[in-house]
């Protein structure tokens, strides 16, 4: 992932699109990683810690990912930000202003950046829409929504136009880039997300958006989210700002290309199984989990040496030469 993020332009948009899921799986396992090892020394000397990380890729919505994700942070935030600030206590605007104020901080916590300000700030909105959605029925009933409905409305269908007229020839005529393209693509999406989940809170009381939908737009929202902290990160070669425009532009243009998917597993072929093993074993049913580890917790010693020795045996097949630090050692 670091060789695609240090030159975007180099990879093809499949490439990048690679790079983001297993940089969405890194950063997971990296932070849930050692926090695991923190509970379990802190086991062994008779102190128990809360639970940091719960599965957070299965939610299926922003508010659920942040009870799952870094639990401890999200507490904290929640318990002296946006309590501080007003909570829910309040009308609905000031209760969306008070969760995109506290994400924005929890952005700013990461680190002194716009990139990490821009994180927040799409999680506090996504979090201020989530909750909007939630009480749309009510948002309906009041006549100045309904005109901001058909604003958006409007603005859905300028944008639609635009995405199936415009050529190659009129974006080098008009001198629009593949990122502003892009970004006007997620702007649409954004709009018809918005007024769908309006029609299903108002019309569809009986109808639930099924949670596979909802989990998978949760997932890949989360992820095109981290593209914007990975580029604020410390250790990014190019600036963040190009980093960034980069990744967008290559992913405008992504189409699958089953020759990239050879070349892959030609130069690096433990990426792709490792990327496919641990998003299976991260969203594996957690019955399945209990039964290893009760099956494991009643072998004999001697198995469980020889199968803890296969582990690290295959640890440090999979190890590189070149050290990454845990991602969270930057904040």
Known sequence: MDRVFENPSLYSG???????YGYTLQIYLDFSGYSDMAIG????????????????????????????WHISLSTWLRDYLYISLGGNRGSKLKTYINLFLT???????????????????????????????????????????????????????????LFFKMSGETMEKWQVMEWQL??????LGAILLFLFGVLIEKWGKSVKIP???SGIFTFH???????????????????????????LSKLASTTFDSSFIMEVQEKTPFVLPAILFGFVLHFSPIVLKEKITQWF??????????????????VLILNTQRTVPFIYFQF
């Open 14 to 20: 499949m490439g990048n699109l690679l790079a983001v």
């Open 41 to 68: 020394l802190a086991l062994l000397m008779g102190f128990t810690l809360t639970e940091n990380f719960n599965r957070p890729y299965l939610s299926t919505s922003l508010q659920e990912f942040w009870r799952r």
């Open 103 to 161: 994400m924005l901080l929890g952005g700013l916590w990461h680190g002194a950046g716009w990139m990490f300000i821009i994180w927040g700030g799409l999680h506090g909105a996504g979090l201020a829409l989530d909750r909007l959605l939630s009480s749309a029925g009510q948002f309906l009933s009041k006549p100045l929504s309904k005109s901001f409905i058909l604003i958006l409305s409007l603005l859905g269908g300028i944008s639609a136009y």
């Open 182 to 187: 892009f970004v006007l693509h997620l702007a």
């Open 211 to 213: 949670l596979l939908i």
């Open 221 to 247: 929202f989360v992820s095109f989210c981290w593209i914007f902290f990975r580029a604020g990160a410390i250790g990014s070669i190019l600036p963040s700002g190009e980093l960034l425009g980069k990744v």
């Open 297 to 314: 917790s009643r072998q004999s010693f001697v198995l469980q040496a020889i199968l803890v020795s296969l582990v690290i045996t295959c």
